[in-house]
C-alpha cells in the first residue's frame, strides 16, 4: 500500500518506503515539491567551499541549464529576462527585454530605462577618404544613421575636410527614407568658416546659426595644402516621426571646382538615441 504518513510509533514497511527513495534516485516519477514552513527561508546548502561542488537544473535531456558553485556563483547557460511589449516594472535593478524596440531595459525605482548599449548608442570613425571633385549638384554620403520610429536623437559630429576658397564645402541631411523627421543642427566651430547663411544668403561670420533639416550649411575651404586641413564640431537633435528608415548626411562642394573637395580620415559621428 501506498505510504500516507507516519505518525509517532509508527511503522513503516521497507516497500512504502522505496517509492520515495526511487524518486530521489531518479528511477521514478515523483512530482517532488519541498515548502519551508511560513514565514521561514528554504535553504540548499552545499557541504564544502571553495566553488567545487555545485547545485545544478537540467532540462529533460540531463542538459545543464543553471549551475551555482559552493561558492555561491550563478552559471546560467541560457539567461532569458522577462518580455514584454511595453515593459512597466520599475523595480530597481529589474531587468526586461522591450520587445516593441528591440533593447533591454531596467528598473531604477521609479521608472523604466533603456541600458544605453549598441542599440542606443552608435559611434562611427569614417575609415577612408571621401573627394568631390567639379560637382556642386548630387552630394555623396558620409554616414548613413538607421533611425527607429517616433525616437529622438542627439548627434555630435567631428568633420574634417579640405577644400579650396573657390568650391567651399556643404553639407545637407537626407530624410527622404524617414518621412517627417524633423532637425535642428548646426557647427559650434569658429563662425569665421560660414560660407553662407542657412537660407542661402551671405555669410554670417559672428555667430553660427541653427539649421533646419531643410537647409544646407556651407562652410569655407581654406586651401588644398596639407596646413589647411579645417577641423571643426557639428551638433543635431533628430526628431524623427513614425516611420523607421535611414537617415543620411552628405556633402559636396558649394560650387562646382576641378580642385578635390575632401572630408578626410579622423571625421566622426556618435549618435545616442534620447531614452
Not at 509508527?10 to 514552513?37: C, H, I, M, T, W
Not at 542627439?154 to 568650391?167: E, K, Q, R
Not at 596646413?227 to 543635431?236: F, G, L
Not at 566622426?268 to 538615441?273: A, C, G, P, Q, V
Request: glycine fraction near 10%; charged fraction near 10%; charge should be negative.
Amino acid at each position: 500500500m501506498a505510504l500516507n504518513s507516519v505518525s509517532a510509533g509508527g511503522v513503516a514497511n521497507a516497500a512504502d518506503l522505496n517509492q520515495y527513495k526511487e524518486a530521489l534516485e531518479g528511477s521514478r516519477d515523483f512530482p517532488a515539491k519541498l515548502v519551508a514552513a511560513s514565514g521561514t527561508d528554504f535553504f540548499v546548502q552545499l557541504a564544502n567551499t571553495g566553488g567545487g561542488t555545485f547545485f545544478k537544473v537540467q532540462n529533460s535531456s540531463s542538459t545543464v541549464g543553471l549551475s551555482v558553485d559552493s561558492n555561491g556563483v550563478v552559471s546560467p547557460t541560457n539567461l532569458q529576462v522577462p518580455t514584454a511589449a511595453t515593459p512597466a516594472d520599475t523595480i530597481a535593478g529589474r531587468l526586461a527585454y522591450d520587445s516593441t524596440n528591440n533593447v533591454l531595459v531596467y528598473g531604477n525605482g521609479t521608472v523604466v530605462t533603456r541600458i544605453a548599449d549598441g542599440a542606443s548608442t552608435k559611434a562611427t570613425a569614417l575609415p577612408s577618404i571621401l573627394t568631390e571633385n567639379n560637382n556642386a549638384t548630387t552630394f555623396t554620403t558620409i554616414w548613413t544613421e538607421a533611425l527607429e520610429a517616433s525616437a529622438t536623437y542627439l548627434v555630435d559630429m567631428v568633420i574634417i575636410y579640405l577644400s579650396g576658397t573657390t568650391p567651399d564645402i556643404k553639407f545637407e541631411w537626407d530624410i527622404g527614407n524617414v518621412t517627417g523627421c524633423t532637425i535642428e543642427w548646426g557647427q559650434t566651430g569658429s563662425s569665421a568658416i560660414n560660407g553662407a547663411a542657412p537660407s542661402g544668403g551671405a555669410a554670417i561670420t559672428t555667430y553660427n546659426s541653427m539649421h533646419d533639416q531643410s537647409q544646407t550649411m556651407v562652410l569655407a575651404g581654406q586651401g588644398t595644402g596639407a596646413d589647411n586641413k579645417v577641423v571643426v564640431p557639428m551638433v543635431a537633435t533628430v526628431h524623427n516621426s513614425t516611420t523607421a528608415g535611414n537617415l543620411l548626411f552628405k556633402f559636396s562642394q558649394n560650387v562646382a571646382d576641378v580642385s578635390n573637395t575632401q572630408v578626410l580620415v579622423g571625421s566622426s559621428i556618435k549618435i545616442t538615441r534620447d531614452v
